[in-house]
């Protein structure tokens, strides 16, 4: 499975954007995905799940209130709302599909997609 991550950019603080992450093949459909991000110079993080039928989400703390995630199983893709962005959001995103759900652990992707880069101005 191939996934392709879309929809980063340049922002400013308290605006918005909508990442997407879209699959290339329908096997996508029976996995969780979930989006991380890395900002320069620091570990890899969870962002945000939602299971293989859009049933369950999981986010992390620092963007609870502020991300949706969802997905459309028809287009073999899954979003990112991301509202009331700030400068420390900036990061390159990266999309995963695990048979795994919840907090996710890197250890628990099955498949990378490529990263898309986020910066938030303040």
């Known amino acids: 499975v191939q996934l392709q991550a879309s929809g980063g950019g340049l922002a400013q603080a308290g605006g918005s954007l909508r990442l997407s992450c879209a699959a290339s093949a329908s096997t996508f459909r029976s996995y969780s995905v979930g989006w991380f991000r890395q900002a320069p110079g620091k570990e890899r993080e969870f962002v945000a799940a939602?299971?293989?039928?859009?049933?369950?989400?999981r986010y992390a703390d620092s963007v609870k209130g502020r991300f949706t995630i969802s997905r459309d199983n028809a287009k073999n893709t899954v979003y990112l709302q991301m509202n009331s962005l700030k400068p420390e959001d900036t990061a390159v995103y990266y999309c995963?599909?695990?048979?795994?759900?919840?907090?996710?652990?890197?250890?628990?992707?099955?498949?990378w997609g490529q990263g898309t880069l986020v910066t938030v101005s303040s």
């Open positions: 995963a599909i695990t048979q795994a759900f919840g907090i996710l652990r890197q250890h628990e992707v099955d498949y």
């Open positions: 939602v299971d293989w039928n859009g049933g369950s989400t």
